[in-house]
């Protein structure tokens, strides 16, 4: 008898282990009245503060009905952003939440570089519905084996959404 329960205590903690691992989150999974989608027409956040102030933790802006938290990449060429690319490596983490940032899937862009002029981006389509206003973190973990830019980057974003 002992011996069972012992098996039945093992097979009680896997299941409830296993039941309490949190699944990455994915398109049209929920935080509170967040919507997670991989496409809207909605406002990029790099559209309305700046790169540093998102690094800082300095960014406010309204809500809007829809935000993009979409990081990305850009080369000068096509070739090259696509050798960069390959084989690469992403994770991203949304108010401290793992996402399975491959489901959202990627978009391609031609974005004006004041020094290259036009270069190359895919940007991950990251959208948020109904965001809640308060502070929101959004971390891309990246790493890429080839192009010019070789290595490990993290991105951490902080910005503050309030109402109008």
Same mark, same amino acid.
């Given at each position: 008898?002992?011996?069972?329960?012992?098996?039945?205590?093992?097979? $009680? %903690?896997i /299941?409830?282990?296993?039941a309490?691992? &949190?699944?990455?989150l994915?398109?049209?999974? +929920?935080?509170?009245?967040m919507?997670?989608?991989?496409?809207c027409e909605?406002?990029?956040i790099v559209e309305?503060?700046?790169?540093?102030?998102?690094?800082?933790?300095?960014? $406010? %802006?309204? /809500?809007?009905?829809?935000l993009?938290? &979409?990081?990305g990449?850009?080369?000068?060429? +096509?070739e090259?952003?696509?050798?960069?690319?390959?084989?690469?490596?992403?994770t991203?983490f949304?108010?401290?939440?793992e996402v399975?940032?491959?489901?959202?899937?990627?978009?391609?862009?031609?974005?004006?570089?004041?020094?290259?002029?036009?270069?190359k981006g895919?940007?991950w389509?990251f959208?948020?519905?109904?965001?809640?206003p308060?502070?929101h973190?959004a971390?891309?973990?990246?790493?890429?084996?080839?192009?010019?830019?070789?290595?490990?980057?993290?991105?951490?974003?902080?910005?503050?959404?309030v109402?109008?």
């Amino acid at each position: 008898m002992n011996k069972f329960l012992t098996y039945a205590i093992i097979l $009680i %903690l896997i /299941a409830f282990g296993s039941a309490c691992s &949190a699944k990455p989150l994915q398109p049209g999974d +929920k935080i509170g009245e967040m919507e997670l989608l991989n496409y809207c027409e909605g406002t990029n956040i790099v559209e309305v503060c700046a790169y540093e102030t998102l690094l800082d933790g300095t960014c $406010i %802006l309204a /809500a809007p009905e829809f935000l993009w938290v &979409a990081a990305g990449w850009t080369e000068k060429t +096509k070739e090259e952003l696509e050798l960069t690319w390959k084989d690469s490596s992403w994770t991203m983490f949304f108010d401290d939440q793992e996402v399975d940032i491959e489901a959202f899937g990627t978009y391609d862009i031609d974005i004006q570089d004041p020094v290259n002029g036009i270069v190359k981006g895919r940007v991950w389509n990251f959208c948020v519905a109904n965001i809640t206003p308060g502070i929101h973190h959004a971390s891309y973990e990246h790493t890429f084996k080839y192009g010019s830019r070789p290595g490990f980057n993290i991105e951490n974003w902080t910005f503050t959404v309030v109402n109008e």
